[in-house]
């Protein structure tokens, strides 16, 4: 009796690494030191698996590829930026002064060009529009002055790669070169192929907040993840698969005790096997595609 069940717990050990192991070689985890994907909950493994599998070859994946959608920040900073605290504030703040007049929009869409070739023309924002979406603030506070406003172009990582955009350039006083906004808009997400997950614990499996970076070489990309006060953070990881790169997010190291009910964020890169290039970046959670900013989806 002793002999057979010493066999059945060497088997299950046996069982139990093959499995860890498994689940390890599905992605990279994050730059946390001591962050591995065996210590991941096999529920979130197992949902990022329906989730990717789900994508692949879907309508979904096909309308993101043939779109334009933008994995990175759609306004990009003057060089420098910024001289001082004030001017930081100025700009977390939105509070913007205008001492020049805007101009008309010489066409009405404007082209977004891939480095292979591919373009697509699209609706054009006017200097107006543009403006109102980094300058919302009004207040007596530290201020930025736009001094100028031209039609131009500026680069940013979409969903399939580098793309020039037509973008507004304003002229802000005291810096030599301009703030840049996209003048063209994301695309609809596309409606995802499967539904969220069910509700679990931090622990298990959490929705991320949103894509911060792509890496110039597409070897890692870095996003923003929340947890709370009693606990030791947020570790992310990935499931690669052909067509997409599936995220999934968990809160390590929580306990009880006196804890504050605030949500924190924190910036978290994960390391790939190899570039994103246009495969579809998934939030396990959600099911669908990483927001890289409160508008998008």
Known sequence: MRTRTTRTVDLLVLLSLLVAGAGAATGCGSEKAGDSAGGTDPYARTRAR??????????????????????TDEVQLPEGAFHDNADKIAYSTQNFVLRTELPASPDRRGRVEWDGGASLDLPLMSAREAYGTVARGSNDGPHLTVTGAKL?????????????????????KGYDTPLKRAAVGSGQVPKSPVKPSRAVPDSVLAALGRLVEVAGDGRSVTVLAHHGSCDDGPAVHALETDGSVVLYASVVGTREGPCTSDLRAEKVTVRLARPVGDRVLLDAFTGRPVPNGPGQG
């Open 50 to 71: 329906q989730v990717a599998e789900a994508w692949d070859g879907s309508q979904a994946a096909e309308t993101w590829r043939k779109g334009y959608y933008t994995m």
């Open 152 to 172: 131009g172009r500026m680069t940013l990582t979409t969903s399939r790669g580098p793309a020039t955009v037509p973008a507004w350039l304003f002229t802000l």
